[in-house]
């Protein structure tokens, strides 16, 4: 009970993410992994692009939503429905909404909740939370996947409707995702469109929290960019995709055990086994993993050739950065009634 490492991957690494935060989960676990999630940004008050915490209003809105297309006016009579009458309501995503603004396509359906920043479980943006020091100080190993957006977002659009979708969304931060994101072409408006929801879910909020523990906490963050390309996946690594290396199960998830999967996959395995044991993913035989700095941002690449180099997509993050430094803004301006 001593040693207790909690990790999940999506809206499980969120979860672990939002656990960091709780105050009735301090002490309760020594180590965190997060794969492909985090929850770094501000809560969400409206229709935005952050996928993230819902603000007290918003959830609240969303329940009295749902019980409406119930055909009921209390959580009374709602509880009073068989499971079949409340599963064949169509309920309206949020995470659609984060993450499928831009896709003539939607990928995402049948997400209405999501855990609410209520000021006492959740207390709050988990950025500032780190930023004011009130978070549970552990060591934390976290990463994401190099092509993670292709399983929710599949858009056709011009250059031009990329540009407008993106000065809609983005606000003064606008211009800097258009300089960040190339967009000339179709392909490339494809790839941006893929890149955006990358970045926006994981790669942003595992950044930022990677540079909140190691300025603001004493235990070591590490970070990982997972980028096995397959026949299947020549463009990288879908969301997910990492499972099967991480719990030794490559067949199920990679396409089979080739020589590299499997070196892969003993390598992952573990890193994780020995974050687990001491808070450090390093062991003998493993390629050198440092421990993440704001100095030199390292992240260990895990590739045909696992390796330590420079935080991939700065210039991407950076600009992502600024539209939430926006959000954040805009939060802090609305009257208190709102809040």
Known sequence: PSRVTIFGQSAGGISVSMLTTVPAARGLFQRAICQSGGSMGPAKRS????????????????GQNYLRKLGVDSIKA???????????????????????????KKAVTGITFWPVADGETLPGDGSELYDAGKFHDTPVLMGWNSDEGSMFLHIKASPEEFEKEVRANFGPAAEAMIKAYPHSTAPEVFKSAKDIVRDMAFGWNTWTWAKLQT????NKAFVYYFDQRTPSSPDGSSHASELGCVFRNIKAWTGGPSPQNAQLSDLMSSYWVNFAISGDPNGPGLPEW???????????????????????????????????????????????SEK
């Open 290 to 336: 440092p421990a993440f700095t704001e100095k030199d941002m390292s992240v260990m690449f895990l590739d045909k050739n696992p390796s330590a180099r420079p935080m991939p997509y700065l210039a991407n993050l950076m600009a992502i950065d600024a539209y939430y430094a926006w959000r954040r803004q805009q939060a802090k301006a609305e009257p208190p």
């Open 215 to 218: 300025r603001k906490g004493k």
């Open 78 to 104: 709602a509880r009073a429905l068989s499971a079949d009458a409340i599963q064949t309501v169509e309920s309206a995503s949020e995470l659609q909404h984060a993450m499928g603004q831009m896709s003539s």
């Open 47 to 62: 229709d935005t692009l952050e996928m993230s915490v819902l603000s007290l209003p918003m959830a609240e809105a969303a």
